[in-house]
C-alpha cells in the first residue's frame, strides 16, 4: 500500500476544532495555516490516490462546521508543472503548447489566456501524452470531487442571501429548462459513477490506522 501526499483546504474556525478532526482521523495530517486560510496535509496511506482523498474528505465530513473547500494540488497546471510532470523543459512545454514542435495537437489552455502563464486541465495534459489510462481516469475523479467541493462551498455562501436570477432563468422560454438539465445531469452522474467505480474497488474495511502523533503548523503571513 502506497503513501500520498495531498492537501485539503478548508473552511470554518479549525482552531476550535483541531481535537475533534484529529479524533475523526486526521491522525496522518498536519493542520495549519497560511496567509489566513487553514488546511490540512495528508500522507495517508491507501491503494490508490483517489481512494486516500476520498477517505481524508469522508473524515473531515465527520466534524460539525468544518468543510473541505478544494483538494491541492489541483486540477490546472502552468506550463512548469506540466514540465516537470512529463520530465521536459518549459521551453520544450512552451514549443508543444504553440505549435512549433510536436504534432500541432496539444491540448489547448482553458485560463488566464491573456496571461504569460496560462493553465492547462491536467486530465487533457495527460491524455495527450498517452499517460496510464487509470492516472487519467484519476486525475479527471479528482478534478470531479474539486468541482463537487466547489459547488457545496457556493451554495454555503448563498444560503439564506437574497439572490436575484438574472431574467433568463424567469422567461417563459425556459420552461424546458429543467428538462435539459435533469437530462444532462443523468448523463454526467452516469459517466462519473462508471469513472469512480473503475478507480475505486469496492469499500473494503482496513481497520484503524494505527495513531499517529498530532501535528500543528502554522506558516507566517506573506
Known amino acids: ?5 495531498f492537501t485539503i483546504v478548508l473552511s470554518g474556525d479549525v482552531d476550535a476544532h483541531v481535537d475533534e478532526l484529529y ?12 496567509n489566513g486560510i487553514p488546511y490540512a496535509e495528508f500522507d495517508r496511506e491507501a491503494p490508490t490516490r483517489v481512494e486516500a482523498i476520498v477517505s481524508a474528505l469522508h473524515d473531515i465530513r465527520k466534524v460539525k462546521d468544518i468543510n473541505a473547500v478544494r483538494i ?6 502552468t506550463a512548469s508543472e506540466i514540465a516537470d510532470r512529463i520530465g521536459k523543459s518549459r521551453e520544450a512545454v512552451r514549443l508543444l503548447a504553440s505549435g512549433q514542435r510536436g504534432r500541432g495537437d496539444f491540448p489547448q489552455p482553458v485560463s488566464h489566456l491573456r496571461f504569460r ?10 491524455a495527450w501524452t498517452s499517460s496510464d489510462p487509470a492516472e487519467i481516469e484519476q486525475a479527471r475523479v479528482l478534478a470531479y470531487l474539486n468541482a463537487r467541493l466547489q459547488v457545496e462551498h457556493l451554495r454555503r455562501e448563498l444560503r439564506g442571501a437574497e439572490v436575484r436570477w438574472p431574467e433568463v ?8 429548462f429543467p428538462d435539459l438539465l435533469g437530462s444532462l445531469k443523468a448523463q454526467l452522474v452516469a459517466e462519473i459513477t462508471t469513472s469512480i467505480e473503475r478507480v475505486l474497488p469496492a469499500e ?19
Open 1 to 5: 500500500m502506497s503513501e500520498h501526499n
Open 23 to 34: 479524533e475523526a482521523g486526521l491522525d496522518d495530517a498536519t493542520i495549519g495555516e497560511t
Open 72 to 77: 491541492e494540488p489541483e486540477e490546472l497546471v
Open 117 to 126: 502563464s496560462p493553465l492547462w486541465r491536467l486530465p487533457d495534459v495527460l
Open 169 to 176: 432563468f424567469t422567461h417563459e422560454a425556459t420552461q424546458e
Open 204 to 222: 473494503r474495511d482496513t481497520g484503524p490506522r494505527p495513531a499517529a502523533e498530532h501535528h500543528r503548523h502554522r506558516s507566517p503571513s506573506t
